[in-house]
């Protein structure tokens, strides 16, 4: 058994090597280690601030101080594993359905592919320099056997962490196999937004009326959330108080196996089932959509990559994940940022979604052809021009973009009430003005950097490291360039500079985006010996 | 007339001829059977007749126009089941053909007029609703054919069509194959391993052999001195050893 897991590690360990060698993979190894390089000092200089922060809380007294410092502490560490590793995941993870053929214990095939997908990632890296950090704080701060109990906490912590991811992204496969999952959850949902529209109206408090609400739901963080427990339990632990720790880490303990067994059997499940895609609605040939004043080839692009990302599941992942968070940020930090901060400040929450929506959904931008697969073929092999494929391509994004965005900013509004107009109009005009930039540089990393990507967000990435790379540089410039006027309205005290500096650099970013288009869809067209192959999966 | 003619088509990989002057005539009408052994350079010849390959060196005119000056011409003239398929997974069949359709330029009620004969007459009107992805191999196959007829097209390329797929499954898809040149208006450009299907099926053969034409002509000219199969070998100059004795199976323990 020990021969064939050394085998299964030996595999991994090969499909990694080959990655980074081979024509072309030679930039794929300087990305990966440029994102090594990168990480290594942040995650140490995060180390060495939460591990400060881990040795102040060794010498605070129990209370309320303790316990948010604590919170903070682990919904940091929670949400850097968590929306990263819901985007970026190893490629060259377990697929369990693969090895059902081979004697061997498929929950231990499983637990393997979840631990192995940790190593060679930098966000893993990351991850573990920050639990590293923290417990040598707290070891300088206070030497002792209570470190143990410590550190099983953070283990604990990492794994029931881990492991709901895990469960969450095989609940998003099911629901992108099962359509009567879906219906439910949708019903559910709509259920749910007409119960809040009636509550939010009904309310004397009127659009603010959601933050009063917002508290109920936290007794959702006992099931859906292990940072609770976890600083539960290191609340005594700081506190001096191990045995009040035991009860929570028990709970953890078995929260974490329950999340792993559920999420091991909707996998096991999932792959025992031979893989089975989904089912659409009863679709007829007739069926389609009627796309505004597009017709004939450039509507049915639109529709064929409209219909993909909807049904993707990264993109269900995000139309959920970014309003909740948008939400969280309008309840729990907006009220906090001082009047005297003033209002471009004020209102930076809200604009900063705008980019945020951008950056959940790069994945599409940055490897605009990947879920197409075999399918490309068809593109090439159609009398088209290239170009009305990427446009129709960023257009369908567009659109689920701002959608999700348009969602986000009306909860924020709700709940953290009306912003000035100024910030509205730009809130939209950052939103819309740098698509067609980020679109127009995604295009040129999908045609030069493409990769098969399977439709899932589990396991495997949607790009590779290299366009993971260029995405960040890409979303760095754009930020950086829209900052400007930022800063210059806040010197000048002129809040209206913000949307109109934005909507001109929108502007010219259409127009550099039109000029650019056809050459780049020229070079897909000159690309595509290495372009298919890569695409289709055929050399994956 | 013809359908297909190429002059000194040639395609490198890596400085190695995947094909070599290849001098293809395929006259309008004609059920093609292009054969070769695997890695003889068919698929790469139909990419490269399809578009899908850039060639090293050589013309090709495929339906009269030049392929490489116009491209889109002669894409729209005609029909593909590339080796590998060219199926959206994430479509279901029914949108599928449409949309395939319309990317040829019909509009979209033709388009999904014509999806839904082709459902019918590929046996998929059940499964038209189902996402690709949950299709059988010959269930995909039997779409992609149904993809590469729904524009109309002059000239139809298959990569392979039989491959993977059961002797019913292949029945149909010949007995439909055979319908469509028996017309004449359409050429049909086949590869295929199966040699006694394509004994069946085509009226013409060109027989590749490491990269290289190595004969052409009606099928009674090539099997002028035997079967398809006795002249394929010969073609390809391969003796077939016994097969080799693994030590570890079969043997006394």
Not at chain 1, 257 to 282: K, Y
Not at chain 1, 291 to 307: Q, Y
Not at chain 2, 163 to 186: K, N, P, T, Y
């Amino acid at each position: 058994m020990t021969r064939a897991f050394l085998a299964l590690a030996e595999l991994r360990a090969r499909l990694f090597w080959r990655r980074l060698r081979g024509q072309g993979r030679f930039a794929e190894g300087i990305a990966l280690g440029v994102l090594f390089l990168v990480t290594i000092p942040i995650g140490l200089a995060l180390a060495g601030l939460i591990g400060a922060g881990s040795w102040r809380l060794t010498r605070q007294a129990p209370g309320r101080q303790l316990e948010i410092a604590l919170a903070a502490m682990f919904f940091g560490l929670w949400q850097a594993w968590t929306a990263v590793s819901l985007a970026l995941s190893e490629r060259e993870g377990i697929d369990l359905k693969r090895f059902l053929v081979y004697p061997l214990p498929a929950g231990r095939v499983w637990l393997f592919g979840i631990g192995s997908s940790l190593a060679g990632d930098p966000v893993g890296l990351l991850w573990a320099l920050l639990l590293g950090g923290i417990l040598g704080g707290a070891a300088v701060g206070r030497p002792g056997l209570w470190l143990l109990g410590l550190g099983l906490d953070l283990l604990l912590f990492a794994a029931a962490t881990v492991l709901l991811v895990a469960l969450l992204h095989e609940v998003l496969a099911l629901l992108s196999r099962r359509r009567w999952v879906r219906e439910i959850l949708l019903g559910l949902a709509v259920a749910g937004g007409v119960g809040l529209g009636l509550y939010v109206v009904g309310s004397p408090r009127g659009g603010g009326a959601l933050r009063h609400l917002l508290p109920w739901l936290r007794i959702l963080e006992w099931v859906g959330w292990p940072a609770a427990l976890a600083t539960r339990a290191a609340r005594g632990l700081y506190g001096g108080q191990p045995a009040a720790a035991l009860p929570w880490m028990a709970a953890l303990a078995l929260g974490g196996a329950a999340t792993g067994w559920m999420a091991f059997r909707l996998a096991l499940g999932a792959a025992l089932s031979g893989g089975s895609g989904g089912e659409t609605g009863a679709a007829r040939p007739g069926d389609g959509w009627k796309i505004g004043p597009w017709r004939g080839r450039f509507s049915a692009l639109v529709e064929k990559e409209g219909k993909y990302l909807v049904r993707h599941p990264l993109v269900r992942v995000s139309s959920l994940v970014v309003p909740a968070l948008g939400t969280l940020v309008a309840w729990k930090l907006s009220p906090r940022i001082p009047e005297e901060a003033g209002e471009v400040v004020r209102a930076l929450p809200l604009i900063g979604f705008g980019l945020y929506t951008h950056m959940s959904m790069q994945v599409f931008w940055l490897n605009a052809f990947g879920w197409d697969r075999g399918g490309a073929r068809g593109l090439f092999l159609a009398p088209l021009d290239l170009s009305e494929v990427l446009l129709a391509k960023n257009l369908a994004l567009q659109a689920v973009s701002t959608a999700v965005y348009a969602a986000t900013a009306a909860l924020m509004l709700a709940v953290g009430g009306g912003v000035p107009a100024w910030a509205l109009a730009a809130a939209a005009a950052l939103h819309l003005g740098m698509a067609p930039a980020c679109y127009a540089l995604g295009n040129l990393v999908s045609v030069m950097n493409p990769r098969a990507a399977p439709f899932t967000v589990q396991r495997n990435a949607g790009f590779s490291w290299l366009s993971g790379l260029a995405g960040m540089a890409i979303v760095s410039g754009l930020s950086g360039l829209f900052a400007v006027p930022v800063l210059l309205a806040l010197r000048l005290e002129s809040p209206w500079l913000v949307p109109a500096a934005w909507a001109l650099l929108g502007s010219v970013g259409l127009w550099a985006y039109r000029r650019t288009l056809p050459a780049v869809g020229r070079l897909l067209a000159s690309r595509r010996d290495a372009f298919l192959p890569a695409v289709c999966g055929d050399d994956v | 007339m013809l359908a297909i003619e190429t002059r000194g088509l040639t395609r490198l990989f890596d400085g190695k001829a995947a094909v070599a002057d290849l001098g293809l005539r395929v006259p309008r009408g004609a059920f093609y059977g292009f054969l070769g052994p695997n890695g003889a350079g068919k698929s790469t010849t139909i990419k490269m007749l399809t578009g899908l390959l850039a060639p090293s060196a050589g013309e090709a005119r495929v339906l009269g126009h030049d392929l490489f000056r116009d491209p889109l011409a002669v894409k729209a003239a005609v029909g593909v089941v590339p080796d590998g398929l060219a199926l959206f997974e994430r479509l279901s069949g029914a949108e599928q053909l449409r949309i395939h359709g319309q990317l040829y330029g019909l509009p979209r009620p033709v388009a999904a007029r014509r999806g839904e004969e082709l459902l019918e007459a590929l046996e998929l009107t059940q499964d038209g609703g189902k996402l690709v992805q949950d299709y059988s191999h010959g269930m995909k196959k039997k779409l992609a054919l149904g993809c590469a007829l729904i524009h109309g097209p002059r000239l139809l390329f298959l990569d392979e069509p039989f491959e993977g797929i059961d002797a019913l499954a292949v029945a149909g898809i010949r007995a439909m194959l055979q319908g469509l040149v028996s017309g004449g208006a359409m050429t049909i450009f086949l590869t295929s391993h199966v040699l006694e299907v394509v004994e069946r099926l085509v009226t013409h053969v060109g027989i590749i052999h490491q990269g290289r034409l190595v004969l052409q002509g009606t099928l009674d000219e090539v099997r002028a001195s035997g079967t398809l199969e006795e002249t394929f070998i010969r073609a390809v100059g391969e003796e077939r050893n016994g097969a080799h004795r693994l030590s570890w199976l079969g043997g006394a323990a």
